[in-house]
């Protein structure tokens, strides 16, 4: 018995496979404030598990720091625990590393302008070009499942992740905008994004065209937006046509900071059930 029992943990261990994590290149043509395009190089961050024969794919999507040092210094967005986690459920996880930031490095092509000038669009439209080109890519590899996969996102990546939505994209069957939005500074104007009203309009052109289910998740004590300003947000979508689930999570441990925005990496246990309920409720 103890051989048998020994031979199954083994058998269990060989089955549950590696988590492999790669680096690629990829390309894509952007358009930046001023209408002009760029074709570009950027870097993307694939974990998945080498036993899976074929996964459903995960686009994940970083944020973004209003101060360009910030940006220039962030290195190659991987998300290492949230991305082995999501591997963990059974995906495919594709992390770009937009142009503009990091080791893509680039021209900022995201610039929204300051707050007094705030256009949003165009710095979305940017960011979800490069989530088209890698979902593309990660359709295409033979371990992906193409018919069936999210895009999730962080901050500047929650909102590209409802931007993505609106797209009719083959094989996106859902996505999950963790603390997304723009325009806001809790250094300078905590709370205060730049034209919020002009977000709850940009959400709202993307309800008018998105037909699959999204999942919204907040923190009460959001430096960058706040409890109140996301609600709207989200109720300006669905009022358009979108369909969604909003989350709104308690305040952030104080143990863990004051600033709620980070949660989707400082606290995965406040959000990691509603996200696995959304994989039920959507097919997964």
Same mark, same amino acid.
């Given at each position: 018995?103890?051989? /048998?029992? /020994? ?9 549950? =496979? ?7 290149? /990829? @390309? +894509? ?10 074709? $570009? ?7 998945? &598990? ?79 070009r490069q989530s088209l080109a890698v979902i593309e890519y990660a359709r295409a590899r ?6 069936? =996969? ?21 094989? $996106? ?21 730049? #034209?919020?009203?002009?977000? +709850?309009?940009l959400f709202a052109s993307y309800g008018k065209t998105a037909r699959i289910p999204t ?6 004590? &959001?430096?960058? #937006? ?5 609600? @709207?947000? #989200? &109720?300006?979508?669905?009022?358009? =046509? ?5 989350? /709104? ?10 600033? =709620? ?10 959000? @990691?059930?509603?996200f696995e309920a959304f994989l039920k409720k959507t097919g997964f």
């Amino acid at each position: 018995m103890r051989l /048998l029992a /020994l031979l199954l943990l083994a058998w269990s261990a060989a089955a549950a =496979g590696t988590i492999v994590e790669e680096t690629v290149e /990829l @390309q +894509a043509t952007v358009r930046d404030q001023k209408g002009r395009d760029h074709t $570009l190089p950027f870097k993307v961050t694939v974990f998945r &598990d080498d036993a899976r024969s074929r996964s459903p794919f995960m686009v994940l999507n970083h944020g973004r720091s209003a101060y360009a040092a910030e940006r220039a210094k962030m290195g190659r967005a991987r998300y290492t625990d949230n991305s082995r986690y999501f591997v963990g459920k059974g995906f495919a996880v594709f992390v770009p590393t937009r142009i503009g930031y990091g080791v893509s490095g680039g021209p900022d092509i995201e610039y929204t302008g300051n707050c007094k000038t705030r256009n949003y669009p165009p710095g979305y439209e940017a960011s979800m070009r490069q989530s088209l080109a890698v979902i593309e890519y990660a359709r295409a590899r033979p371990y992906v499942d193409a018919s069936r =996969g999210l895009a999730v996102g962080q901050s500047f990546g929650g909102t590209t992740a409802i931007a993505l939505a609106a797209q009719k994209v083959p094989g $996106l069957v859902g996505t999950v905008n963790f603390a997304g939005g723009g325009g806001g500074n809790p250094r300078t104007q905590p709370e205060r994004p730049c #034209f919020p009203e002009r977000l +709850a309009e940009l959400f709202a052109s993307y309800g008018k065209t998105a037909r699959i289910p999204t999942l919204w998740v907040y923190a009460e004590n &959001d430096r960058y #937006f706040g409890p109140k300003l996301p609600r @709207q947000w #989200f &109720d300006a979508y669905r009022a358009a =046509g979108g369909t969604g689930e909003f989350v /709104l999570l308690p305040k952030l441990d104080p143990a863990l900071g004051d600033d =709620g925005h980070g949660s989707f990496t400082r606290a995965p246990s406040s959000w @990691q059930p509603h996200f696995e309920a959304f994989l039920k409720k959507t097919g997964f």
